[in-house]
């Protein structure tokens, strides 16, 4: 039997093109689940990496997250828009990135109650039932029509067997007051 050389290590043996291609993976994942910085920073390890292959493809997914990452940091022209971005990225389900975004609003605009009551959704999307009554419970405090929009709101569904949540939407008829269900002052006069 004649000597033969030991065979060469085959292309997807060699660790350091393995843990190239897991990043890459890892990167297009993250990036399909709008985590623009983690992928960022996952293709910009696959940048020195052995394969030119996967280089191409990395820099071109790294020109997606930076894109992406610019216009997120772009400014917003009012509170709604921006609002309605946090919204957008709750419903594309980037929770993290929508709290975010949500707290950073709650921060500037106290007395907003739709920012409230997105915070108070998006708690409740992620099963944190006491937080969600609580920000629902001033958005409502702020505007009582929140109470009625609660009432078929279908991201309130994980709370809607708890009697609390029962509670906070279908008070004791002394507190449903048209103050309290408009949000606004009555003079306790019917108008005709």
Same mark, same amino acid.
């Given at each position: 039997?004649?000597?033969? &050389?030991?065979?060469?290590?085959?292309?997807?043996?060699?660790?350091?093109?393995?843990?190239?291609?897991?990043n890459y993976e890892a990167g297009l994942k993250a990036l399909h689940e709008r985590k623009?910085?983690?992928?960022?920073?996952?293709?910009?390890?696959?940048?020195?990496?052995?394969?030119?292959?996967?280089?191409?493809?990395?820099?071109?997914?790294?020109?997606?997250?930076?894109?992406?990452?610019?216009?997120?940091?772009?400014?917003?022209?009012? &509170?709604?828009?921006?609002?309605?971005?946090?919204?957008?990225?709750?419903?594309?389900?980037?929770?993290?990135?929508?709290?975010?975004?949500?707290?950073?609003?709650?921060?500037?605009?106290?007395?907003?109650?739709?920012?409230?009551?997105?915070?108070?959704?998006?708690?409740?999307?992620?099963?944190?039932?006491?937080?969600?009554?609580?920000?629902?419970?001033?958005?409502?405090?702020?505007n009582g029509a929140n109470r009625i929009q609660a009432r078929n709101d279908a991201d309130?569904?994980?709370?809607?067997?708890?009697?609390?949540?029962?509670?906070?939407l279908y008070p004791e008829s002394g507190d449903d007051s048209p103050e309290s269900r408009?949000?606004?002052?009555?003079?306790?006069?019917?108008?005709?």
């Amino acid at each position: 039997m004649p000597n033969q &050389p030991a065979p060469k290590p085959s292309f997807v043996q060699d660790p350091h093109l393995q843990q190239t291609i897991q990043n890459y993976e890892a990167g297009l994942k993250a990036l399909h689940e709008r985590k623009f910085d983690k992928a960022k920073a996952l293709f910009e390890k696959v940048l020195a990496g052995p394969s030119k292959e996967l280089t191409d493809r990395a820099t071109v997914n790294l020109s997606i997250c930076n894109q992406n990452l610019n216009r997120a940091g772009t400014s917003f022209k009012s &509170p709604e828009e921006h609002y309605d971005y946090a919204i957008s990225l709750s419903n594309s389900g980037d929770y993290e990135a929508s709290r975010s975004h949500l707290e950073k609003l709650q921060k500037q605009y106290p007395t907003a109650d739709y920012v409230w009551y997105g915070l108070a959704a998006l708690d409740s999307l992620q099963g944190r039932a006491v937080e969600a009554m609580k920000n629902l419970e001033q958005a409502i405090r702020l505007n009582g029509a929140n109470r009625i929009q609660a009432r078929n709101d279908a991201d309130f569904q994980g709370l809607f067997d708890d009697p609390r949540f029962t509670e906070l939407l279908y008070p004791e008829s002394g507190d449903d007051s048209p103050e309290s269900r408009y949000g606004g002052r009555s003079s306790g006069k019917l108008i005709s």
